[in-house]
């Protein structure tokens, strides 16, 4: 073949091979010469709570911060976004004064986070301690969740506390209505505090409170959420979330 022939088909294809390679370091757009690619945003999350965070009696992938990171990380698939999987301060058994001890203490926070979430107070109705106390202590946890987003409100989530008197544990107890009464009292303070500073909240108690009529929605031990429930509680925030990460 003529050698004059040869030269113009090679710089052809020269040239169609390195559109190729461009298109795949630009995935999301088509860039203007010279641009450099996007970077990747990587969405870190602080989830801030007790047993219903921490996902107690569930495997990890059921706890709902990371079934909402899991959602968010699809939502976002084809976008420059990144959700890492969340940095969890909670533990079972937790009180309001509890989870400030241990954010005190924590060695390991990287503020500022681009969504932090609040779920606290179960323990503080169950152990019979002060509804003052409760007030106080959680305004403060919410000031410090608000910190942590870059003091940007619109990046905290607060969800209202469950009602574990709908669950075979708190059946067992001795005035189950009681409970509920108590949960809906901490449940005011919450709410009241939380939207006086402009941070979301969500009513997630009715769910919590259909475990007797649905009991796949209780976990094994009769008391904790199952990971079904859990993921009812995504469905309430997820809208919420990503519009506010659009």
Request: charged fraction near 20%; hydrophobic fraction near 40%; aromatic fraction near 12%.
């Amino acid at each position: 073949m003529n050698r004059y022939f040869l030269l113009p088909v090679l710089a052809f294809f020269l040239i169609i091979t390195s559109c190729n390679k461009e298109e795949e370091a630009y995935p999301f757009s088509n860039p203007q010469p010279g641009m450099e690619p996007p970077a990747w945003d990587t969405l870190r999350y602080l989830a801030l709570g007790d047993s219903y965070t921490i996902g107690q009696s569930v495997g990890y992938q059921e706890r709902w911060p990371v079934q909402l990171a899991d959602r968010l990380r699809a939502e976002f698939s084809d976008t420059i976004y990144h959700t890492a999987q969340p940095d969890i301060i909670a533990r079972t058994g937790w009180t309001t004064g509890n989870l400030l001890d241990a954010i005190a203490l924590a060695d390991t926070l990287q503020p500022s986070y681009g969504l932090v979430s609040l779920l606290i107070g179960v323990n503080n109705q169950y152990q019979n301690r002060p509804v003052d106390v409760y007030r106080t202590e959680f305004r403060t946890l919410l000031e410090q969740a608000i910190s942590f987003a870059g003091n940007k409100a619109s990046r905290v989530i607060v969800l209202s506390i469950p009602d574990y008197a709908y669950t075979p544990f708190g059946q067992a107890r001795s005035d189950p209505g009681r409970i509920s009464a108590e949960i809906d009292a901490y449940n005011a303070i919450n709410r009241e505090i939380t939207e006086s500073y402009g941070v979301a909240y969500f009513n997630i108690t009715p769910i919590s409170r259909r475990g007797l009529a649905e009991p796949h929605l209780v976990a094994g031990d009769g008391l904790h959420p199952s990971g079904a429930m859990y993921a009812l509680w995504v469905e309430e925030v997820i809208d919420y979330v990503t519009g506010v990460l659009e």
